[in-house]
């Protein structure tokens, strides 16, 4: 099993491409290791030393570390805990938890108007976000502000403010006069 790994916009996470399925659809993400119990893959790379959050996207894994850790010294490792996992045969997520499917639910006056927004989230935001090892979700709007639900790699990434404002709010404001302002949110 040969793992490729690739560098993110955010210096504290590393993108892993296993070279097969991590997850059959949606996202899941790991912001601590009390999260992880949900995933025997999650478990295992948060038993390395100085990792501080996983996320799995369908065709990769992100890890974060500590800012005192350097990749070099945890890197090995890590590669060790997905090789070792995916040769196990065990499931990536615990059986009866399945992941995220994305975004929230709006319920309300302004359901078209959310629909557009989750419809150029999918089209357009989201595959660009996943190059980088991360995801953005819908979380909400209201007068005329979308809340948005930043993981992976874009969860404290140093480019996630201008990714959002320079980007993302530019684009939904030009095809959805409606929106205002774009924000991010912790779940």
């Known amino acids: 099993m040969f793992i490729q790994t690739e560098s993110t916009p955010n210096p504290a996470t590393l993108k892993f491409l296993p070279g097969q399925s991590v997850l059959e659809a949606g ?20 038993a390395v030393d100085g990792v501080t959050g996983v996320f799995f996207g369908t065709d990769f894994v992100t890890v974060t570390k500590a800012d005192a850790v350097e990749w070099d010294h945890i890197k090995p490792a890590l590669l060790g805990a997905i090789m070792e996992h995916f040769q196990s045969g065990q499931p990536v997520m615990a059986v009866g938890d399945q992941p995220q499917s994305g975004h929230a ?7 078209e108007i959310v629909g557009q927004i989750k419809e150029l989230l999918d089209t357009r935001v989201r595959p660009a976000v996943a190059q980088d090892g991360g995801d953005i979700t819908f979380h909400g709007f209201e007068r005329g502000v979308v809340y948005l639900h930043m993981q992976g790699a874009c ?9 959002l404002k320079m980007g993302i709010e530019n684009l939904l404001r030009h095809y959805i006069p409606e929106v205002t302002e774009v924000r991010p949110v912790a779940v």
Do not use: I
Request: with cysteine; aromatic share 6%; net charge negative.
């Open 27 to 46: 996202t899941a993400d790991f912001p601590t290791a009390d999260t992880a119990e949900k995933s025997p893959l999650a478990s295992r790379l948060f």
């Open 105 to 111: 639910e709006h319920t309300g006056e302004d359901g």
């Open 155 to 163: 969860a404290g990434c140093p480019s996630s403010t201008l990714t």
